[in-house]
């Protein structure tokens, strides 16, 4: 079970950020209205999420360690339809399995806390302590037992760049989650929860992208967009500052990226990719769920469609304004 794991993990788990996107999405699926995200060298040796969420039964915990396990949904197919973000019950498992984990959690109806420490899969204790209500979650020393792993970790500095553009996307996709983001003991981040799309472009951008948008919207019956485009502030030759979400999940897609850039082309300054930041509410069944769920490439089926709707959407709002 612990070698299947290992090799599983491989999988999940490729770096720091890997955990840190597993355990932050676990902690908003528990509903939590806050969370903590604190990190050391680049997540390589420390990484601790703390959320204000339902927290695990003390019965339930180390079941939560079991492949598989999961209490939220039954197939591939329910990817883009439920509302949770984790699916395959692999994430602690894979995690617990190449690093030192402690956990501390609470639910509201427990009397008391539990602890748990599991060290490369292996269970080391489990116990009753006093506790607040939600989880924390540390994992330490990421593959301290597969060196062969540890050996393609990039420095800490790089592995550190990863977790914090992580955390970003995820603050961007989650605006009713307040996310706090420390780095070596230093505040790097903290969005407010308050729901508005532009505080949080603000609070991740900068003032200067914030005062500067133009605002997007547009509806059918089974797909409506919600967001922003406005021009950034330094002149790009990628696509950082393009970023869409997908009923709450960040996604790439060629077909959203080709439509803005035509429909921006026109107004197009000294600047190629423009500053976007879209929320697609879209019926499952128009999304191709083929696509392999941890990558974030994802295809429609019908492509033509939504880019018609996406440039429409873009042309509009740049013709009776400008940026
Ligand atoms: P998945 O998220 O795919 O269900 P995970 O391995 O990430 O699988 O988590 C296993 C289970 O542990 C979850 O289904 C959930 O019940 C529980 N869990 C994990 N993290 C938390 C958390 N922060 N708060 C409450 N429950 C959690
Ligand atoms: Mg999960």
């Keep these: 079970q612990n070698t299947i794991n290992k090799i599983a993990a491989g999988e999940v788990v490729e770096r720091p ?10 902690a908003i699926d528990a ?30 915990v180390p079941l939560a360690f079991l492949r598989h396990s999961t209490s939220k949904i039954k197939s591939v197919e329910d990817l883009f339809t439920v509302s949770s973000l984790g699916f395959r019950g692999e ?9 030192q984990v402690e956990l501390i959690t609470k639910t509201s109806i427990g009397l008391t806390g539990t602890r748990y420490q599991i060290d490369g899969g292996e269970e080391k204790t489990l116990e009753e302590i006093g506790a607040p209500e939600g989880t924390t979650f540390i994992a330490r020393n990421l593959f301290y037992n597969t060196p062969a792993r540890k050996k393609f970790l990039k420095t800490p500095t790089t592995e550190g760049a990863h977790v914090a553009e992580l955390v970003e996307k995820l603050a961007l996709s989650h605006p009713e989650v307040s996310i706090r983001f420390i780095q070596n003991n230093q505040n790097k981040l903290h969005t407010s929860g308050n729901h508005n799309l532009k505080d949080i472009i603000y609070t991740v951008f900068g003032r200067e992208i914030a005062s500067n948008l133009l ?19 330094i002149a790009r030759g990628n696509r950082n500052y393009e970023n869409y979400f997908i009923n709450g999940r960040y996604i790439k897609s060629s ?7 035509e429909a921006y082309k026109p107004f ?3 600047h190629k990719y423009p500053f976007t930041m879209l929320h697609f509410t ?42």
């Design 17 to 26: 950020a890997s955990v840190v996107k597993e355990l932050l999405e676990n």
């Design 31 to 60: 509903k939590a209205t806050a969370v903590t995200v604190e990190i050391k060298e680049g997540g390589t040796t420390f990484i601790r999420i703390t959320d204000n969420g339902c927290g695990i039964a003390r019965e339930e």
């Design 91 to 99: 994430a602690l498992a894979s995690i617990a399995s190449v690093s």
């Design 215 to 233: 605002e997007i919207s547009a509806k059918k019956p089974e797909i409506s967009i919600q967001g922003y485009i406005g021009k950034p502030v």
């Design 255 to 261: 077909v959203i990226c080709r439509a803005i850039e």
């Design 268 to 270: 197009m300054m000294q």
């Design 282 to 323: 879209i019926e499952p069944e128009l999304l191709d769920i083929n696509v392999h769920p941890t990558k974030m490439e994802l295809r429609f089926r019908d492509g033509e469609m939504v880019y018609q709707m996406v440039y429409q959407a873009v042309a509009s709002a740049l013709a009776h304004k400008e940026l």
